[in-house]
Nanobody
Framework: VQLQAFGGGLVHPGGSLTLSCAASGFTFSNYAMSWVRQGPGKGPERVAVINSGGGSTTYADSVTGRFTIFGDNAKNTLLLQMNSLKPEDTAVYYC????????????????WGQGTQVTVSS
């Protein structure tokens, strides 16, 4: 199992960015996937979840209405479209794979990508 996240960078407040996570070594559509971020001096925050087969999605309150998680099953790629970015969105963003198809609040992860830095600053 391998996850490789990319697409981070420096963006101005109010801007947009799309993160990608290339997945290999497993059947992407069979598992729930997440984006998790960790800002400077903060603990990890589960930002968005998509359940197997492009099913239901959930978002942290802090990003609801601004971020969209989706998957491209044909390309085994997980994406995160981020709009109206704020300085508090600055963090390292990780994609993560769950061991099950439908994620709950207690579900942990069995594989992580290496993280991609997003910096929101003027």
């Amino acid at each position: 199992v391998q996850l490789q996240a990319f697409g981070g960078g420096l963006v101005h407040p109010g801007g947009s960015l799309t993160l990608s996570c290339a997945a290999s070594g497993f059947t992407f559509s069979n598992y729930a996937m997440s984006w998790v971020r960790q800002g400077p001096g903060k603990g990890p925050e589960r930002v968005a979840v998509i359940n197997s087969g492009g099913g239901s999605t959930t978002y942290a309150d802090s990003v609801t209405g601004r971020f969209t998680i989706f998957g491209d099953n044909a390309k085994n790629t997980l994406l995160l479209q981020m709009n109206s970015l704020k300085p508090e969105d600055t963090a390292v963003y990780y994609c993560a794979k769950s061991p099950i198809a439908i994620m709950t609040a207690e579900t942990s992860y069995d594989a992580w990508g290496q993280g991609t830095q997003v910096t929101v600053s003027s």
